[in-house]
Every structure is written in structure tokens, then in C-alpha cells.
């Protein structure tokens, strides 16, 4: 096998790029929604159980076409067929941004997941045509950390782009519904104004006798619906109060954090502040003082930026078609030496992409008992890890009430910390293919990783600060990409010509495990939020992951059984 020469042309890099940038579009679209989901909660007036089914609704979808546009791509060529998934996903994002309820976002994020399911697979089918052998490690790991930018980027980049479509000219005033809870912020409200605490009592000294009416209605009615006369007429007069009043007093706000753009409004000079910042201030600190109860103002940003990731996918699509080629050997930019240095150390058959394969080698798969051992481990590796990009947000909200901006922040930190592990996976994973054996350089660095993140999950036990959680939370994200790349480049050990097919295997199970940890986080942690429950669930997934992958061995090749081969054994 040569060694990496300086060559005439550097196409795959440009290739592997392309199908990085691809993978960043495809977790900022997957995973916007888990962090804008409180906002669409409160619109649509959805409950916990409802949001559990759409966030593992697009897992089901992923996983169960993960095998059919893997094999896809290797029958009619990646570039076709990527393209075509991008332009699907990016259309499904753009339609989210429409839904007006429950069934329409389960129908999107259905089709989103079935749009998606091909990338990773044909992505796994570009690296094994386009990279040496000696690389496949470190492009496995280009594109996989793509996607972990993509997620790492989500939170900030999704509550940035929230807030930029609520800008300070449109109306702060409350609407009909925007209370979403009357009857608990009636009770707190009362309850304050009775402690005489001033911002309640400044509010309540200046509404009618019909508004104060309608708070002591709401106490003794906990079912009180929304969108009745005598709510607007609460509302229209709470509106002008807070159009036109100061109610923030320092005090008072001791134990609450505002969100940033509270924080801002805080340092401007009364004297010089507009009606527009003075209404958003207060607007602001009464749904700090209500949390629960009060429909966010910035969350009406949501729809506006699920258009805007989907035309950016768009954009994505057109870049990928002009970049990519289905092999080295289709591309007019690719040099001889280039070439040259792709294939060297390949089996004949696997330098000639003219052939179209069969159908999908279902006998050849299921009769794979490593192929079943890494399964298993990301089933269970998803059901720990996703963690992070479903609940997170809701956990730091609610354990350690962390504002907006700044959970956007640690959630990103978290994320970003696993472009670092997998960076390192790939480079670990050649490194120790050269010195050790092809065997243990793709087991030791998932197993290893797996009981590390174990381990971290059951710090989280114990009563830490929510830095010190973000901290075991980025240890969790390390681990996790860190086995990565291992097992992108034992599925390209073992696939052949049916890379696509058997990589989309993989993730189908992998991705089921993902569908099933939404609701199981539910049922683990309850009605309550016993956030412990989650992390001890987390912690043994990871440790059944770790045990499963010690048994991997990628010198059992995908044996798939030809036409001429069914016909010799006939003879």
C-alpha cells in the first residue's frame, strides 16, 4: 500500500468538504426544532406527550428508510440522489415554519425524517470511493464532525435567528391565549399583590373592579378557558399598563434570571428609552415573574426561522450537485496521480463503479454477527446521546431556570466540544490500524468512549452547578463522536460495493434507539421531572453500548451471493 503523496489534483478533499457542509445543514435543520419546541408548545398549544411523539416521530422515519436510500445511492449514484434528499429535507423545514397544529407537524417531520435518512449512508458511499484506505478514518470523521457543528450550532444560531424576526418595532402586547395558564397566574398573582410586593401591586392598584374580578374568578376555576370577553378586557387593560409604566424593581428579581435582551434593556436610561423598549422591558419581566404561564413574545420568531433553513437548504443542494461525482474516475478535475493514489490497494472489482449492483443484501446483513453487535451498540449509544439535543434544553431551563441566550450557549459549548472527539477518533482510528490491527482500531475507540460517557452521565447524580453539568454533558458529546469515525470505517471495512445499504443498517438501528429515547425520557422521568431517572437511564445505555462493541470484528465480511453464484450452486 503506497503512502500519501503530494499530488497533481486534491479533488477528494473537495468532495469530502462538500459532503461536510451537507452534514452541517443536516443537524442545524434536525435539531432547530428541539430547541424552538417550547415556543411551538406554547402556540399550538401542545402537551409534553405530543412533543415526545414529534421529536421521536422523525427518528422512526430516519431509521426505517435508512436501508432503501442508502441502497439508493449505490444503485443510481450519490450525487443524484443526495441532491434529491437535500432539496426534500430543506422543503419539509420550510413547511414546518406553516403548520398550524399537531397533525400537520407530524406529517412534516415524518417526511422530514424519510428526506434525511440518506445522507449519512451515501455520504459513507462517497468516503469509501473517493478516500484511500489509510484516510477513510479522518473522512469519516470530516463529515461526521460536519454534523456535530451542525448541532452545536443549532442552539445559538436558532435562538439568534428567533429573536432577529422579533424585533423591537413589532408589538410586545399580549393577545388572546398568550395567558396560557389564567388560573396559576391568577393564584400567584393574588398571592403577591397580598405580600404587597411592587410589581404586582403597581399592576393591580390600577386595574378596573371587573379586571380584579376576573383574577379572582380564575383562582377558583382552574379550568378557566382562554379567549373570553372578560379575558381581553384583562388583557387590553394589563397592555396598557405595561405600555407605559416601570415596573422593574431590583429586588424583586433577585432570585429570577431575564433572558439577555432583558439584561440590555435594564442599561438603558429610562429617560432616553422608546415606548417600543419600555413596553418589551416589561413585557419581558412579567414573563419572567410568570414563566409558565405566559407565552413568550421572542417565540413568535419560530416560523421565520424554519423558512430560513430551508432556503439555505436549498442553496446547499445546488452547491453539492456542481461539486460532487458519483467516483474519482467521473470527475474531469481528478489528476491520474490522484487516482493513482485513491485505488491503490483495492480489489479489482472495487475500482469499477460501472456495474450497477443488486438489490438490497438483506441475507448477506442479517447473517452478520458483528454487524448485529454494532448495532446494538448504536441503539444504545442514540438512546444515551440524544439526551443532549432533545432534553437538555428543557433541563436547564427547569433545573437551574437558565435564560434563553445563555442555554443557548451551554448547550453549543457541549456540542462543540464533540467536533474535538471527532477530530481525534479518525486520527486515533488510522493511527491505530497502522500500529495494532485493523480489529482493534475500530474496537478500542468505541467501547473506551462508550464507558466513558457512562461515567459521566452518573456524575450528573450528584448536586453540581449547571457549569459543572455542562462540563459532564461535553464529556458525554466527546465520547460519543469519538467512537464515530471507528464505526463509519467498519462499515466501509466490511460493505464493498454495498456501502450505502449496510452503513444505512447501522443508523437504522441507531436511529431507532433514537425514537424510542424521546418517550422513554417521559416514562423515566415523569410527570415531576425527576431529572436522575434520565441520567441513570443514559448511563446504562452507554455501558450495554461499551459491552456490545468489545465483540466487533470487521474482518467478517459482508458475504453477498451473486446471480453467478446462485447459479454455480444450482449446477
Known sequence: MASVEPTKSYVRYRVIFACMLMAILLYLDRFCISFAEVFIKDELGLTDHQIGILLGSFFVSYALCQVPSGWFSDRFGARKMLTLYILMWSLFTAMTGFATGFIMLLIFRLGFGLSQAGAYPTSANIVSKWMPLTERGFASSMVTVGGRIGGALAPVLTAFLIILFVPMSESSDLKSGDIMNPHNLAETFLERVNEKQEFETKIYEQLTPGDRA??????????????????????????????????????????????????????????????????????????????????????????????????????????????????????????????????????????????????IPFKAITANKSLWLLSLSQFCTNVGWLFLVTWLPRYLDEAYQVPLEERGKMITIALAVGWFGTLSGGKVTDWLMKRISLRWSRVLPIAISRFTAMAAY????????????????????????????AMWAFNQDIAGKHV?????????????G????????????????????AFVTCAIAFLIAGVASLWVDPAQTLVVETDEDEEIKET
Open 214 to 359: 376576573y383574577l379572582k374568578v380564575a383562582v377558583d376555576d382552574p379550568d378557566m378557558k382562554t379567549g373570553t370577553a372578560e379575558e381581553e378586557e384583562f388583557i387590553a387593560k394589563l397592555n396598557s399598563i405595561l405600555q407605559k409604566e416601570s415596573l422593574y424593581h431590583p429586588q424583586e428579581y433577585a432570585g429570577l434570571k431575564l433572558n439577555q435582551q432583558a439584561e440590555q434593556l435594564l442599561n438603558v436610561n429610562p429617560g432616553e428609552m422608546s415606548l417600543e423598549q419600555s413596553s418589551r422591558l416589561n413585557r419581558l419581566l412579567f414573563e419572567a415573574r410568570y414563566y409558565s404561564d405566559v407565552r413568550k413574545v421572542q417565540g413568535k420568531g419560530w416560523r421565520k426561522m424554519m423558512m430560513t433553513y430551508g432556503v439555505v437548504g436549498i442553496l446547499i443542494a445546488a452547491m453539492f450537485w456542481w461539486v460532487i461525482r458519483d467516483y474519482p474516475r467521473a470527475h474531469p478535475s481528478c489528476s491520474k496521480q490522484e487516482l493513482e493514489l485513491i485505488e491503490d490497494g483495492r480489489l479489482e472489482e472495487d475500482k469499477d463503479h460501472s456495474k450497477q449492483i443488486g438489490g
Open 458 to 485: 452518573l456524575v450528573c447524580l450528584l448536586e453540581i452547578s449547571p457549569w459543572t453539568a455542562v462540563v459532564m454533558f461535553s464529556i458525554v458529546a466527546f465520547s460519543t463522536d469519538f467512537g464515530s469515525p
Open 500 to 512: 450505502g445499504s449496510v452503513l444505512g443498517w447501522g443508523n437504522m438501528w441507531g436511529n431507532l
Open 514 to 533: 433514537a425514537a424510542v429515547a424521546p418517550s422513554l425520557m417521559i416514562a423515566v422521568i415523569g410527570e415531576e421531572h425527576h431529572w436522575n431517572m
